[in-house]
Structure formats: C-alpha cells, structure tokens
C-alpha cells in the first residue's frame, strides 16, 4: 500500500517534471544552436549590423531589422488595443450594468479565440484594401495593417484584463469618493484607475508579449523584407515570421542560414521572457493589497 | 460654465465614448465574422470537405488537411490531458510549499509566455530530428502537446482548488490514503470544473492570462506532416502556404470558415 503510493507520487512529480524538462529543452536547444552561429559572426556584429541579408550572396547578420520589424507591429497594435481597451474596462466596470457586462465581456474575449491564420487571412484581403483606399500609395504587405489587427486580437487581454484589476479596487474607495462629490468619470480616473494600476500595466505587459510572440498575423500580412524602418506603411519582417520563412523553406540544416533561425528564436526568447518576467515582478511588487 | 456641469458634461461625453468603444469592439468582431461567413460559406461544400488537394481550384478540397488537424487534435489531447492533469494534481494535492514546487510554478509561469514559434522550433529539433520521427503527426502532437501543458496544468490547478476541504478530510477519517482520497473524491468532483476552466476562454483567473489561445493557435511553424505514418497537412499551415498564391485563393478560402467554427464550438 504504501509503495504504491509512493509511486504513484512519484509518477505525479516526474509529469510536473516535464515543464522543467521542457523549458530545459528550449535554454538547451537555443543555446547550442546559436552557438554553432555565433561561433561564425560575432555578437556585436549581430547586434549593430543594420541589415538582414543571410539568405543573398552578400550575406549580413544584423538582428535590428527584425527587431524593429516586431516592434513597430508591436507598437501599432499596442496603439490600438490600449486606449480602446482601457476605454471599455472603465467603462464596463464603472458605467455599464452588471448584465450589460456579463454579455458583452464573453463577447469581446471571443476575439483572442480566433485562430490567428484566420486573423492574417482577414488583415491581408479586408484590412489592407480597406487602408489602402484611405492611404494611398501603401504597400500590399505592410506593417500597418498586420498590427492594427494584431490590436483586435489582443483587445480584449486588455480589456478583460484591465477590468479585473478595476473590479479589484474596493468599493469603499468608490463611495468615498462619490461622497466627495466626483463624479463617475473623476472617481474612474483618479480613485479607480490609479488604484488598479499595477493590474493595468501587467496586463499591457502581457499584451505586448503576446504581440511581440504573435506569428501568423504578421507572417501572412507584414510580408518578408527585413529593414530597419518606423514607417508602417511598407513591407516588413519580425523575428517569427523569418523563423517561419526558413524552418518552413527550402534551407538546409546545419548550414550557417539554417542556424540564423536559433539566433532569431533565441532574440525572442529573451524578449518575451523579460517582458513576462517584469510583469511577474510588478504584480509582485506593486500589488495593492486591500483586504 | 460651473465646474459642476463641466464635470457632469465630461462624464455624460465619457459614457458615450465608452460605449462606442465597446461598440466598436463588438462591430470589428461582427465585421470579421460576416466577412469570413460572406466568403467562405458559398464555397464551402460537401465536395471540398472531401476531396484531395488539386491543381485545378474548382476540384480542390481539404480532405487531407481536414484529417491532419483531427489527427493532430486528437493525439494532442490523448498525450497533453493525462500528464496535465497528473502535473497540476501534483502541484496541488503533493507539492505544497517545497523549493522543488516553487520552482515548478515559476517555471509554468515563464512556460506560457513562451512564444508558440519557439515550441516549433523545439520540435522541430527535439522530436523530429533528436527522436528521428520526421515531419509527422506524432511530432506535431507531441510539439503541441508540450504548448498547451502549462494551460492543462493551471485548469488543473484552479478545479482542484475549488474542491472543498471537508470532502478530503470525511475521506481521510475514513481510513482512505491519499491516492484514494485524490482518485475516488477529488478528481471526481473537480471534473466539471476542470472541463469548464479548458473549453471556457478567458473565464479562468489562471496567471491573469487568457488562456484563449489554448486551441487556436498552434504553433504553424513547419509541422507539415509527411511521412513515418501519415501523409497529411494540417489545415493551418496548408492555409498559411496558400495564401502566397492569389490564383488559389477559391481553394484556400473556406479554410478560416473551418477554424473558426471550430475554435468558436470549443471556446
């Protein structure tokens, strides 16, 4: 009896093991890979170089154009999903009835269910002609589009996200300032909101992660041309786009280009795990504790 | 103008803007359900359903893809539940309070943020290179498999959690250990919870992160299936292959049509 359950905990404990295997496996991985290209360009050039060129004959390591590319997606749909999605928490949380919330936050959180393919699908043959109407002259693959829908996608991360931490604000914080007098919008912006601002930043945090790590949207509508550019308006790469573009391509592997995806994937791995790491840290830190 | 109507005048314009937004949240999603709807349901078919990729549009279908995704859906599920939930059980009913399981949670937590395009590239060299299983089915399973553990595991986690302690202490006083107590009074219980934190987007607390993209977004980064034992693509990546081919588009429409029936039937 007690054998048996001495091992039936210890097969529990190796199945949690298996998520320490696995992100073992992913530091592991990326590590030795992007060692082999390291050993090949230095980490200075990888960092300051301003062009992407691995796959040409004049072949340049410089990670900045696809850094740049997910950042400026990124932005623009950080630039959406932000203040429409602050908007609508405070105002589901502060103005709309119980009820009204009850329905339209499902509603609104079916937006980041949507398989992202069908997201890039949709930025490419409505978004993109759609914007093309109102901005003449821009690309048919462009940074633009591929964020803005990017910014539909994580709407409601923010919202739902936002609103939980507004809903964790306590009451009497409320009352206490209606009995001053404020009005909604003013307790909303100076009680509420300033309370519930470290669940805020976390769940932009988190959005700019998702974004950052987001992969068909801007595989499909941002196109592939890696350069170092701020304007929205012409095409772009981000880092998993270009994975996507090799490891799914004709590269051989082993080679110095094949090995230029761990270099890649390792930039975005840091990147997300610092960002998901100073959202950890800040719910830690900055918690209002009420209770 | 008293400061007392301009305040009552900004909070009357903010509820309006406030509204509108959430409008437009709803309208962008309707806009992009209808145009899904608009262009895939007149070419969505009994004869696309089943039949085989072709050259020729008008006689393209999806079967292949179709198969691949259910193949890799089932498979996933069959490898990915039973050691989430053994995990999150651990965690939960085992593993309070040591370093190991501080680590563990820590480790979760970093888990999921991780971007889907970097479990592809570990599968890509852990499963189809390392274990030598090709591009197949099982690859992709496995690859996925390890995606959606973290989601599994906190499911697990938050359904345990809502398990009364009374319901463990009456099992204990009755002579049970703690496997028993877990197997025939815990996990029970906890189903209808557990079911209800996986299908349910969003609706968890788990980390404070949506937990939405658990079966919408897997990682298309080469999982093509072709070989050990199977030759078949997912709809996804053969989607996200098609789309570089205008001409292909009658065949490649209907496609986001499928996914988002099915993603929505499950969310």
């Not at chain 1, 936050?105 to 093309?132: D, H, I, M, R």
């Not at chain 1, 959202?279 to 209002?288: A, L």
């Amino acid at each position: 009896m007690k054998q048996r359950e001495r091992l039936i905990e210890a097969l529990l404990a190796l199945s949690a093991g298996i998520s320490v295997l696995t992100t073992g496996g992913i530091i592991v991985m990326l590590a030795v890979e992007a060692a082999h290209f390291f050993r090949q360009v230095p980490l200075g050039t990888f960092l300051t170089d301003t062009q992407w060129t691995p796959l040409f004959a004049d072949k340049h390591f410089g990670i900045l154009p696809l850094v740049s590319g997910t950042l400026l997606t990124t932005g623009v749909a950080i630039a959406v999903a932000l203040p429409l999605g602050l908007i609508i928490a405070i105002y589901l949380n502060e103005y709309a009835t119980v009820g009204f919330r009850n329905v339209i936050k499902p509603l609104l959180e079916v937006l980041a269910a949507v398989p992202t393919v069908v997201y890039g699908f949709f930025a490419l043959t409505v978004v993109t002609p759609f914007l093309q109407r109102l901005i003449p002259g821009m690309a048919g693959f462009n940074a633009l589009s591929a964020g803005s829908v990017m910014g539909i996608m994580i709407l409601p991360l923010v919202s739902s996200l936002s609103e939980d931490a507004l809903t964790a604000v306590p009451r009497s914080l409320r009352e206490a300032s209606y009995a001053l007098g404020a009005t909604r919008l003013q307790t909303a912006m100076r009680v509420v909101v300033p309370a519930a601002s470290s669940g805020i930043t976390v769940s932009v945090i988190l959005a700019i992660s998702r974004a950052v790590g987001e992969t068909m949207i801007v595989a499909i509508a941002a196109g592939q041309e890696p350069r170092l550019t701020a304007n929205p308006l012409v095409p772009v790469e981000t880092i998993t786009t270009y994975i996507v573009q090799v490891s799914s391509g004709d590269v051989a592997y082993g080679t110095l280009e094949y090995d230029t995806i761990f270099a890649a994937g390792i930039t975005l791995f840091v990147l997300t795990l610092v960002l998901n790491n100073v959202g950890y840290w800040f719910r830690q830190k900055f918690r209002e504790q009420y209770e | 103008m008293s400061n007392m109507t301009r305040n009552r005048l900004l909070d009357g314009a903010f509820r309006a803007v406030g509204l509108l937004a959430t409008l437009l949240g709803l309208l962008l999603l309707a806009v992009f359900l209808l145009d899904i709807l608009r262009t895939g349901l007149s070419r969505l078919s009994w004869q696309f359903l089943s039949a085989l990729p072709s050259r020729f549009p008008e006689r393209a279908g999806i079967y292949t893809a179709l198969l691949g995704t259910v193949w890799i859906m089932v498979l996933t599920a069959l490898i990915a539940v039973p050691v989430g939930l053994a995990a999150g059980v651990y965690l939960e009913e085992y593993g309070r309070k040591s370093r190991w399981s501080a680590l563990l949670e820590i480790n979760i937590t970093n888990l999921a943020g991780v971007p889907s395009v970097i479990y592809g590239l570990l599968g890509l060299n852990i499963f189809v290179r390392f274990l030598r299983m090709g591009s197949s089915v099982l690859a992709a399973s496995c690859t996925l498999a390890l995606l959606i553990l973290p989601i599994l595991i906190v499911a697990t986690r938050e359904a345990i959690r809502a398990v009364p302690k009374t319901l463990r202490e009456a099992s204990f006083a009755l002579g049970a250990t703690r496997w028993q107590t877990i197997w025939y009074q815990v996990l029970p219980a906890s189903m209808g919870a557990f079911l209800r934190e996986l299908f349910w987007p969003c609706r968890g607390r788990w980390a404070k992160r949506p937990r939405c993209s658990c079966w919408g977004c897997w990682p298309t980064c080469r999982l093509r299936q072709k070989a050990p034992w199977t030759s078949f693509r997912r709809c996804p990546f053969k989607y996200s292959t098609g789309f570089r081919a205008p001409s292909r588009h009658s065949e490649s429409t209907p496609p986001p049509l499928l996914l988002c029936c099915c993603s929505l039937r499950l969310g």
